[in-house]
């Protein structure tokens, strides 16, 4: 994995956390004590985090630091479940494609 990958993981885990717990990047960052702006490039994958402020912003998200860093540590069943069908779908085409190139 890419450093932009996991940058990529951990802004989408962000966004959904403060979204579910109604936050807004403003009120997120106050009780970080981090600048909305600093979030805001986190958030775009701008900016990278210290150790400290990952554990500070798991916090206050009431959720594990490491669950931010996992690709699918925050998505409900039904969200994995159209995923998979999604990923079942599209390898079920690329199989029918190279049947047909045979």
């Known amino acids: 994995m890419e450093e932009l990958e996991l940058r990529g993981i951990l802004s989408n885990n962000i966004k959904r956390c403060r979204q579910i717990n109604n936050l807004s990047q403003t009120t997120l960052a106050e009780k970080v004590d981090i600048s909305t702006n600093f979030l805001s ?8 985090i210290s150790p400290n402020t990952l554990v500070k912003i798991a916090s206050v998200l009431k959720i594990e630091p490491y669950e931010l ?30 049947n047909q190139l045979r």
């Open 41 to 48: 490039d986190i958030e775009r994958c701008k900016a990278w």
């Open 69 to 98: 860093l996992k690709a699918d540590a925050l998505l409900s069943n039904e969200e994995k479940n159209i995923l998979q069908q999604y990923a079942d779908e599209n390898i079920k085409a690329i199989l029918s494609v190279m």
